[in-house]
Nanobody, 115 residues
Framework: VQVVESGGGMVQAGGSMRLSCAVSGLTIWYVTWAWYRQTPGGERTLVARLRWMDNTELYIDSVMGRFSITKANAKNTIFLHMNNLNPEATAIYYC?????????GGQGTQVTVSS
């Protein structure tokens, strides 16, 4: 299985960004996927999750109402839509299953939000 994250970059506070996670080697529709993020020196933490069986979404409090996780089964791709970004969102973002599979070696995509 290979996951490739993309869509990161630099944006000013208040801006928007859409991250993509292209998955190969696995059909995504029956898997619960999540986005995680990691700051320098910090742990990788869950940001949002999309449960496969009923499409239930879960978000951490700090992104609730501003981030949205979706997927396109036909494209085998998971997205993270991020609106009204603030500098606290600056991190490397990764996608993986929930719970994460250590064998998925995605490189992540850097998101930098300037104030």
């Amino acid at each position: 299985v290979q996951v490739v994250e993309s869509g990161g970059g630099m944006v000013q506070a208040g801006g928007s960004m859409r991250l993509s996670c292209a998955v190969s080697g696995l059909t995504i529709w029956y898997v619960t996927w999540a986005w995680y993020r990691q700051t320098p020196g910090g742990e990788r933490t869950l940001v949002a999750r999309l449960r496969w069986m009923d499409n239930t979404e879960l978000y951490i409090d700090s992104v609730m109402g501003r981030f949205s996780i979706t997927k396109a089964n036909a494209k085998n791709t998971i997205f993270l839509h991020m609106n009204n970004l603030n500098p606290e969102a600056t991190a490397i973002y990764y996608c993986n299953e929930d719970p994460p599979d250590a064998d998925y070696g995605g490189q992540g995509t850097q998101v930098t939000v300037s104030s």
